[in-house]
C-alpha cells in the first residue's frame, strides 16, 4: 500500500515572499502520478497541480512549481510570490497508474495548513 | 447547473439513526468516489464505483453502504449513525483517464450527536 506524509502540520509566510510544502510518499510503483490539492476555507478542494512520474521535468502552474525528486520520493510544492488567497489547506496525494481504461484512487496526506500574512 | 452537487451541506443527527448523504454528477463521469476528511488524517476513501452497479470497498468501508444504480448518483448511507463517524464527506468524480484528476464536490459536514 502507499502511503503519504506531510510533516509540517502548519506554515506560515509573509505576502509576496516564497514558500515550499513538503511532500514524501512510500511506493513500489514505478509508474504513478502525484498531485496538490488546495482547499481554502470554503471548504471546496482545487486541483493545484500534478505530475507524472515517468517525466523528468517539474511540473509548472503559474506560481505553483514542485521539484520531484522520483529517487528520494519527494514532492515538494512551491508557491512563489504568495498572496492572502493563498491561505489554506494544502494536501499532497498518489496514484498508481494503472493500464487501460482502469482509474486508481487517489492516497492523501495529512496536510498542510499555510497561513500567508498580510 | 453542470458539475457535482452534494446534499445536504450540514447535517446534524442522533446516534443509531440512518442518514443518507447525496451526490449528483452531471459529466456521465463513470467513476465516483466517497472520502472522508478527518484533521491529521487528510482524506481516506470509503467506496468507489466504477460504473453504474460497480462498487468497491476503499480504506474505512465499515459503517457504510453505497449504491449506484444510475451513472449520476452515487449516494452514501451511514447505517446505524455512530459519533465516529463525525466528519466531513467529499464525493468526487472523474473522467475515465486519470490524468485530470478528480473533480471534488462541496463537501458535506456530519455531526453525530
Known amino acids: 500500500a502507499q502511503t503519504v506524509t506531510q510533516s509540517q502540520p502548519e506554515m506560515s509566510v509573509q505576502e509576496a515572499e516564497t514558500v515550499t510544502l513538503s511532500c514524501t510518499y512510500d511506493t513500489s510503483e514505478s509508474n504513478y502520478y502525484l498531485f496538490w490539492y488546495k482547499q481554502p476555507p470554503s471548504r471546496q478542494m482545487i486541483l493545484v497541480i500534478r505530475q507524472e512520474a515517468y517525466k523528468q521535468q517539474n511540473a509548472t502552474e503559474n506560481r505553483f512549481s514542485v521539484n520531484f525528486q522520483k529517487a528520494a520520493k519527494s514532492f515538494s510544492l512551491k508557491i512563489s510570490d504568495s498572496q492572502l488567497g493563498d491561505t489554506a489547506m494544502y494536501f499532497c496525494?498518489?496514484?498508481?497508474?494503472?493500464?487501460?481504461?482502469?482509474?486508481?484512487?487517489?492516497?492523501f496526506g495529512q496536510g498542510t495548513i499555510l497561513t500567508v500574512h498580510p | 447547473d453542470a458539475g457535482i452537487t452534494q446534499s445536504p451541506r450540514y447535517k446534524i443527527t442522533e446516534t443509531g439513526r440512518q442518514v443518507t448523504l447525496m451526490c449528483h454528477q452531471t459529466w456521465s463521469h463513470s467513476y465516483m468516489f466517497w472520502y472522508r476528511q478527518d484533521l491529521g488524517h487528510g482524506l481516506r476513501l470509503i467506496y468507489y464505483?466504477?460504473?453504474?452497479?460497480?462498487?468497491d470497498k476503499g480504506e474505512v468501508p465499515d459503517g457504510y453502504v453505497v449504491s449506484r444504480s444510475k451513472t449520476e448518483n452515487f449516494p452514501l448511507t451511514l447505517e446505524s449513525a455512530t459519533r465516529s463517524q463525525t466528519s466531513v464527506y467529499f464525493c468526487?468524480?472523474?473522467?475515465?483517464?486519470?490524468?485530470?484528476?478528480?473533480?471534488f464536490g462541496s463537501g458535506t459536514r456530519l455531526t453525530v450527536v
Open positions: 464505483s466504477a460504473a453504474a452497479d460497480i462498487t
Open positions: 468526487a468524480s472523474s473522467f475515465d483517464s486519470y490524468d485530470y484528476g478528480y473533480t
Open positions: 496525494a498518489f496514484m498508481k497508474q494503472l493500464g487501460g481504461t482502469s482509474y486508481g484512487k487517489l492516497t
